[in-house]
């Protein structure tokens, strides 16, 4: 759960068309923390007329659902309520979240007074959090960094041109490679693919460091290669550079602390 997955929930009830839902997701892959602006405004926009706690719950689930950040691709995995706690204590300690809150006696509890709509949100976040869990503890395969869902398959499900398709498929194949090697093999002027990745709300670089920072992700979560190596793997520069786009992609919260979530009691 990306902290910007709630927030993202509570927008889509304001959402008139689908039509931007995979720059969307690119956008949270690659910056996972909301502004406090936006946060206030997503609270203001529904305050008088605040969805049921099960509708939010339904629209977290659909949001969810194509989330490749670092906290998404947790989420599709845990099975602790220990490991949940850990996460929502990052958060807090890391990250400018909603308010803050804490997870207490399987759900969230607000450490301040919030308004009905927050309130509702932590009401729907709980069960969300808690069936997540119980759904991956029936999973009878243990996750693998080389298989599972990936940004080509998300533009795919979220019907994205076939020029932003063939270049998340070109840096899964090759995430080394360089944005002009991506526009060798399209066969375009590197300003006609510019214009017209431009034109889907996309860029070539950011497909790029899409790709890496969600595949670079499972590497962490579910390898015991060091940060060095999986750095070397998906072409970033150093580990202090894998770093520092972990952190963008999750709001704050450094790598090793996925690696110690994952890790405790499943």
Known sequence: MSWSLPIRALESFRRQSASHLFQESLHNILASHVP???????LHELGGNAP????????LQEVAAVDLSPTGLLLSRIKSEQAIAEMIRAYNT?????????????????TQVVSKLHLSLLEALGPFLL??????????????PHSGFTVGDM??????????RDSCDFFAAFPRAKVADLYRMLGLHPRTAERRLAAEGVSGMKIKRACAI????????WSDLSL???AQRFGYTDTAHLHHEFKRSTGGIPPSVYRHAWRLPH
Do not use: C, F
């Open 36 to 42: 406090l602006s936006r946060t206030q405004q997503a």
């Open 52 to 59: 049921s706690v099960s509708s939010i719950e339904a629209r």
């Open 94 to 110: 890391h990250v400018e979240v909603i308010d803050p809150m804490q997870w207490e006696g399987r759900s969230l509890k607000p």
């Open 131 to 144: 069936s997540a869990r119980s759904r991956n503890a029936r999973l009878a395969t243990q996750p693998s």
């Open 155 to 164: 533009a795919r499900i979220l019907n994205a041109p076939s020029l932003v």
């Open 214 to 221: 969600s595949a670079a992700s499972r590497y962490v979560l």
């Open 228 to 230: 060095a190596d999986i």
